[in-house]
């Protein structure tokens, strides 16, 4: 940075210079002219070295800016945007002053008019000469300063800008060099033509044509002087537009680089874009980087989410299948429910008739213990009659025609009982055989609701009570069961004492055949009836309690059928309700099984989009 803060000041050393030497030359000259023998060049050249110094030590004070460290400043914003302010006011100011200075010196020559021996008309033309070249130099300051400045910038390869600093320097440079150059070229020609005009008096022809071709020659190399400050300035604009329009083709090349950043080159409207497009590359290198680890995540993700898709659509295809399948047993079911419900309706209705049958017994029963009390009382007063006849009508009294059709009709009551009891019995066994299909159904439907998973977990409950329900069933037509083996082994030995009381019957009717006419034989006959029928009243007591204990069962019996109604009722209720809630289920895949079409669709959608984004952040580099 050092090393530039030394090429200003000798910039402003070698303009000050050359002013000074331009403006001797002609003063020289023109003296040469005016007056050859007379004047003293002496204050003119002691008054240039003290020129020469003042200048040189106001526009060199602004030199040292150029050793400031501006990359370590660029963390503290407020201090880089005053030392940038700073620096970018530096070619300016030093343009004022030594034009301010030099015009001053110029001036002053008015007063050395008699030392010199020059004549006023001479000497103000000669002034606004040496000010086009005052100013002339100060513009070459001017614009080698500023390029400097660019120069500096770009050693220090700053990439920051500050964005409250907003002073139009390219704009005051378009006016100012373009200004200057007019109003030095106009000052220059308007005092060589003034010179020219005044000249003429003091010179012979051949002197006048030498001076005004030395004159010409002046304005000439002045004009190039003119046009190589116009190219370096051109030159050094160009340098600034390069370094923005580089990264501004690589945002818009096809890789579209934003690694790349402009080196800050000038401290005005450039240098500002070149800043704002920096932090507009840097925001969007982030951006990019972090769109494209988004959008690794997103292809991940778009990944999974295409095969989640493809897994739900099998899921939901074998759900339907499931569905349809469980919906299928369901009417299978239901058909089997409606089935069983008429078998045990039927039942239910032979239970009723078992009923009738049982209170039917009962009363023949107590009827006929009634006719055997009052048998038993009639051969009490027989035997009382026939006391002296005992030995013959005891047997007869006992074989007792009455007897005999009292014990057939009640061995005929007994078998009918037995056959009522087996009918009983088949019945139990059906409703057995009923409940353990129902039971083997709920495990069915049980097992189709597990396949369904958490749609089927409704009908995993009903399929439960109906579980429930068989189990119960089975309970009760196993009490049933006992119930009605304990009814069978009573009549087994109500028949073993009826086949008893019918053989004894039989020996009655071969004794009255003997001896039909013997007192003694009818007496002990009646003895024997009478204990016969003591017998038979109580095996028809005994009879008539199996009776009551056999209408009480079939009362448990049809309370319990009762039951199983209700059940079957309710199960055909549910089996009703859950048909209902599988073709709602059906519905509800279908539906789902549309939306997972959908829901692949834009899976792949989905994954087509990644792959165009992924194709287009592939044109940034970052």
């Known amino acids: 940075m050092k090393s530039h803060s030394a090429v200003y000041r000798m910039l402003i050393a070698i303009a000050s210079i050359s002013f000074l030497l331009a403006a001797l030359v002609f003063i020289r000259l023109t003296k040469n002219v005016v007056s050859p023998n007379e ?15 003042i200048v040189n030590f106001a526009s060199g004070r602004n030199a040292s800016t150029f050793d400031t460290d501006f990359p370590s400043l660029q963390g503290n914003q407020n201090e880089y945007r005053k030392q940038l302010d700073h620096f970018g006011r530096v070619p300016l100011k030093t343009l004022l002053v030594f034009i301010l200075i030099s015009a001053v010196w110029s001036s002053t020559l008015r007063f050395s008019c008699a030392t010199l021996g020059m004549r006023t008309d001479v000497l103000v033309p000669l002034i606004m000469l040496l000010i086009s070249v005052s100013m002339l130099a100060a513009s070459f300051i001017y614009v080698i300063g500023d390029n400097n400045i660019s120069i500096t910038l770009l050693s220090g390869k700053l990439r920051e800008y500050p964005v409250n600093l907003k002073y139009p320097r390219q704009r005051n440079k378009n006016f100012i060099i373009p200004f200057f150059i007019a109003v030095m070229t106009i000052f220059c020609a308007v005092a060589i033509q003034q010179l020219q005009i005044n000249l003429r008096g003091y010179m012979s022809l051949e002197n006048a044509g030498k001076g005004n071709g030395m004159l010409y020659a002046f304005f000439t190399a002045y004009l190039l002087i003119v046009g190589t400050l116009i190219f370096l300035w051109t030159k050094g604009n160009s340098l600034i537009y390069k370094s923005l329009m580089k990264q501004l083709e690589d945002l818009t090349a096809s890789e579209k680089n934003l690694a790349g950043r402009i080196n800050v080159a000038s401290i005005d409207e450039l240098g500002f874009i070149a800043g704002r497009v920096n932090e507009f ?71 009723e008739s078992l009923e009738d049958l049982i209170n039917e017994q009962a009363s023949s029963v107590t009827e006929a213990s009634a006719s055997i009390e009052e048998m038993v009382g009639n051969i ?243």
């Open 281 to 351: 590359c840097q925001g969007l290198s982030v951006s990019v980087v972090e769109l494209k680890e988004a959008q690794k995540a997103l292809t991940d993700l778009g990944s999974e989410l295409h095969s989640s898709a493809k897994d739900s659509a099998e899921a939901i295809a074998r759900i339907s299948e499931s569905v349809e399948e469980v919906s299928g047993r369901m009417r299978d079911q239901a058909g089997s429910v409606q089935e069983s419900s008429g078998a045990v309706e039927q039942i239910a209705r032979n239970i």
């Open 39 to 53: 004047g003293n060049l002496m204050p003119v050249l002691l008054s240039a070295i003290v020129y020469l110094i």
């Open 380 to 622: 009490n007063s027989i035997t009382a009659s026939t006391n002296k006849m005992a030995a013959r009508f005891s047997e007869l009294l006992s074989a007792s025609e009455a007897g005999k059709e009292a014990q057939a009709s009640s061995d005929i009551r007994i078998k009918q009982i037995a056959e009522r009891s087996k009918a009983l019995f088949d019945a139990n066994q059906v409703i057995a055989g009923i409940a353990a299909q129902t039971n083997l159904l709920a495990m069915n439907a049980a097992i189709e609701a597990a396949h369904a998973g958490d749609a089927g977990r409704g009908f995993s409950v009903v399929a439960d009570e109906i579980r429930s329900l068989a189990e119960t069933s089975a309970k009760q037509s196993k009490n049933i069961r006992q119930e009605i083996s304990s009814v069978q082994k009573a009549i087994e030995e109500l028949v073993a004492a009826s086949r008893g009381s019918e053989a004894s019957y039989g020996k009655v009717v071969n004794l009255i055949t003997e001896t039909g006419g013997l007192a003694k034989e009818l007496e002990h006959a009646m003895a024997e009836q009478r204990n016969g029928s003591m017998e038979i009243l109580e095996a028809l007591r005994a009879m008539n309690s199996i009776t009551q204990q056999v209408q009480s069962g079939s009362k448990e019996m049809t309370s319990g059928n009762e039951t199983v109604l209700g059940e079957i009722g309710r199960l055909k209720e549910n089996t009703q309700a859950i048909g209902r809630s599988m073709s709602a289920m059906k519905d509800a895949s279908e539906n789902i099984n549309r939306s997972s079409r959908r829901f692949n669709e834009l899976a792949d959608g989905t994954a087509d989009t990644i792959l165009r984004m992924d194709e287009a952040l592939k044109g940034f580099r970052t």
